[in-house]
């Protein structure tokens, strides 16, 4: 059984940093892509950035130059250093695995969901 489980949300203040952890069991994330979505109360579930299974990484445009991805193989982990926080950053996060080493921008191309951590940014 697959087990996505994020940790490191928090409440944190404007241009603040936190780092997202996720990590995984029933599967070794190594050789599939992971992603990162987020969504705020009454909007639709966000993409935020992807690592495919050799490290590139792609973001979302409002992400780029603030969030960074990575990813410990050894630990079975993928983190999502978060910096320059906003308070439109304020969602509920979510780390998603997909059965396949390319990254995907859209919720549907991932098969596993984390239950997701709470991130809220104050101004």
């Known amino acids: 059984q697959v087990q996505l489980v994020e940790s490191g949300g928090g409440l944190v203040q404007a241009g603040g940093s936190l780092r997202l952890s996720c990590a995984a069991s029933?599967?070794?994330?190594?050789?599939?892509?992971m992603g990162w979505f987020r969504q705020a109360p009454g909007k639709d579930r966000e993409f935020v950035g992807a690592?495919?299974?050799?490290?590139?990484?792609y973001y979302a445009d409002s992400m780029k130059g603030r969030f960074t991805i990575s990813r410990d193989n050894t630990k079975n982990t993928v983190y999502l250093q978060m910096n320059s926080l906003k308070p439109e950053d304020t969602a509920v996060y979510y780390c998603?695995?997909?059965?396949?080493?390319?990254?995907?921008?859209?919720?549907?191309?991932?098969?596993?969901w984390g239950q997701g951590t709470q991130v809220t940014v104050s101004s």
């Open positions: 029933g599967r070794t994330i190594s050789s599939r892509a």
């Open positions: 690592i495919s299974v050799i490290g590139n990484t």
């Open positions: 998603a695995l997909r059965e396949g080493p390319r990254y995907g921008s859209t919720w549907y191309q991932y098969n596993y």
